[in-house]
């Protein structure tokens, strides 16, 4: 393992993360939290330190899986959650204000709940889980990231930008009153290499890249044959003729790389940390098995500028979440 400073916190972090979307049940079916553990535990022994997870994944069941594990490893383990909108409504809407997403209070109730589910004294990076920019001069959530750090019970903020929009948060970031941000990543959506990652390696903000393996059709097992279980939210993600698209893209990176069967997670995750803004990558991942591949990643670095450079062509602009 490979380890980062994450922007101006002092945390030193590995250069992959644990995404714990997956592990929170409800819109990923088909997981099962023994192996769940299990696999967090391996990341662990791997020299995996860095977790994120979130209130609302699984209404705080990857919260207590990880707050599980993180208390039982004897390490320090960085926890990353963030609070959920309180409308419910992903991703952030235009128009709609503070008072509906991010009251001061409801903040300050959620961390209460998430340190409760992890039952750990203190979050080391509390995010929104969505950002408006509308919001930018409003008070309450800038007074309950000061309050929460005053406290002690968090210890750095930052905000997950709304999926494909890296440009709504620049000028936050210019606030100063963020810590990091997290952002959609990965060889189809290198958009953040525009203007986000050079303005976060000006500030010194830390960088969580998010979706590494786009919802798992860069890792090539998606097919157009594939299903998910019902409930499961790939079965709309992937919907319709979306499978097919995926599979000639994908396929085109292969033939274009010269990759093997197997061979494309490695180039995906990889692709994500040979960004130097990045600080973390965040792939989810359930099994042992997807564990151990990613987390041996970062002791090969970074991709060539060449496979970097080919890389370029495969960007693809959609929004498979709307
Ligand atoms: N709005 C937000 O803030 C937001 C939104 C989405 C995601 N996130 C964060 O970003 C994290 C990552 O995104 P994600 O989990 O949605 O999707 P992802 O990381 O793009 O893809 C996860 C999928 O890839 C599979 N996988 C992982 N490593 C593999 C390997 N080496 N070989 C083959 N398959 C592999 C996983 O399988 P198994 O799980 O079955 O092992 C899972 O099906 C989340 O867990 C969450 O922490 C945040």
Redesign the pocket.
Known sequence: MKYRKLGRTNYEVSEIGY????IGGAL?QG?RDDESLA?LRRAIELGLNFI???LAYGDGHSEKLVGQVVRDSGRKIYVAT?VPPKNQL?PAQPGIGIDEVFPYDYIMACTERSLRNLRLEAIDLQ?L??WNPEWIGRDEWRRAFEDLQRSGKVKAVGV?IN?HQPDSALELIETGLIDTV?VIY?IFDQSPGRNLFPLCQKRNIGVLA???????S??G?VTTASTFPPGDFRNDYFRGDRKRQVVERVNAIREDLGLADGEL?EAALRFCFSHPAVSTV??????RR?VE??CSLPDRGPLPPETLAKLKHHAWDRNFYD
Do not use: C, F, Y
């Open positions: 995404g714990a979307w997956g990923w997981g696999a994120d997870t979130a963030k992903w995010q889980h969505v997950s999926d997290q990965n998010r979706v590494p393996l786009d919802e798992g860069l890792t097992r997670p965040i792939p989810g991942m359930r099994s997807n591949v990613n």
